[in-house]
């Protein structure tokens, strides 16, 4: 049986979906910010033997999906065609059994890491890295953000989706941290999806004019400083460029499994 989430199944569907809690961090973070009853937001979950299976969040036009192995229901597909979803991820032994039902869609595969520990640099300053607190500021994140080749995902969101998207990380949901010259952002690091126990790096960034100058060095040491030391979270990112891999591996970050993310060839 499929069903709809309610308020009423909080405590049961957060205590199934933390025994990954980092693989399930996205879906965590859309219950604990969003809960049930949100416009954009829908909770699923699968059961079998009345105990839980697996669950599906989607947020605006994203999917996630979780379950206990890789046995797809196919009655699943009916619920995720209810919704105008751009992005369905998850962990990679599941989104494989996943994608041959929808040809539409194409894979990007990435590394999945995660970091518990960070040691702050004597040789990494602080000084001139802000939060993000206002729209403005957030307007000028997506200024920058929308520039950079490599972050696709930026440029599938509307600038007023995106500040929204900012402003509802931010606070108890997430931090954005970025560094302000020449009256724009020229770095930035932002973590998202956060919860009681992790959050997600995403939007690490610096732009091609003020590189080799440390700044993106700076507001990445700043957030994992902020998050590891400070909050006692665990951060958690994707990668799909082995260079980037090696300079987390240094930073202490670990891996932890491989991500899929399906994206609709039109997008």
């Given at each position: 049986?499929?069903r709809?989430?309610?308020e009423s199944?909080?405590?049961a569907?957060?205590?199934?979906?933390?025994?990954e809690?980092?693989?399930?961090?996205y879906?965590?973070?859309?219950?604990?910010?969003?809960?049930?009853?949100?416009?954009d937001?829908?909770?699923?979950?699968?059961f079998?033997?009345?105990a839980?299976?697996?669950?599906?969040?989607?947020?605006l036009?994203?999917?996630?999906?979780?379950?206990k192995d890789?046995?797809?229901n196919?009655?699943?597909?009916?619920?995720?065609?209810?919704f105008?979803?751009?992005?369905?991820?998850g962990k990679?032994a599941?989104?494989?059994?996943?994608?041959?039902?929808l040809?539409?869609?194409v894979?990007d595969?990435?590394?999945?890491m995660?970091?518990?520990?960070f040691?702050k640099?004597?040789?990494?300053d602080y000084e001139?890295?802000e939060?993000?607190?206002?729209?403005?500021d957030?307007?000028?994140?997506?200024?920058?953000?929308?520039?950079?080749?490599?972050?696709d995902s930026?440029?599938?969101?509307?600038?007023?989706?995106f500040i929204?998207?900012?402003?509802?990380?931010?606070g108890?949901?997430?931090?954005?941290?970025?560094?302000r010259?020449?009256?724009k952002?020229?770095?930035n690091?932002?973590?998202?999806g956060?919860?009681?126990?992790?959050?997600m790096?995403?939007?690490?960034?610096?732009?091609?004019?003020?590189?080799?100058?440390?700044?993106?060095?700076k507001?990445?040491h700043?957030l994992?400083d902020?998050?590891?030391?400070?909050?006692?979270?665990?951060?958690?990112l994707?990668?799909?460029d082995p260079r980037?891999g090696?300079?987390?591996?240094k930073?202490?970050?670990?891996h932890i499994?491989?991500?899929?993310?399906l994206?609709?060839?039109?997008?």
């Open positions: 049986m499929i709809k989430l309610t199944d909080r405590k569907v957060l205590k199934f979906l933390a025994a809690p980092e693989l399930n961090m879906i965590i973070g859309d219950i604990k910010n969003f809960g049930f009853d949100s416009e937001q829908a909770i699923y979950a699968e079998r033997d009345d839980y299976y697996a669950v599906m969040s989607q947020n036009s994203h999917i996630v999906y979780y379950a890789g046995d797809f196919t009655k699943w597909l009916d619920v995720f065609q209810q105008n979803f751009l992005f369905l991820s990679a599941l989104i494989k059994a996943i994608s041959p039902h040809p539409n869609m894979e595969r990435l590394e999945f995660k970091s518990t520990t040691k640099q004597d040789d990494v001139g890295v939060i993000l607190e206002t729209e403005a957030a307007e000028l994140v997506y200024n920058l953000l929308n520039t950079i080749e490599e972050l930026v440029k599938m969101k509307s600038k007023d989706e929204q998207y900012l402003m509802d990380n931010s108890d949901n997430g931090t954005t941290v970025f560094y010259e020449d009256g952002v020229v770095a690091a932002t973590a998202v956060e919860t009681t126990h992790t959050a790096v995403v939007g690490v960034a610096t732009d091609p004019d003020y590189r080799q100058r440390g700044l993106g060095k507001v990445l700043y994992l902020f998050y590891v030391n400070h909050k006692e979270k665990t951060l958690c994707y990668y799909d980037a090696a300079l987390y591996e930073l202490g970050f670990v499994g491989e991500w899929i993310m994206l609709k060839e039109d997008t």
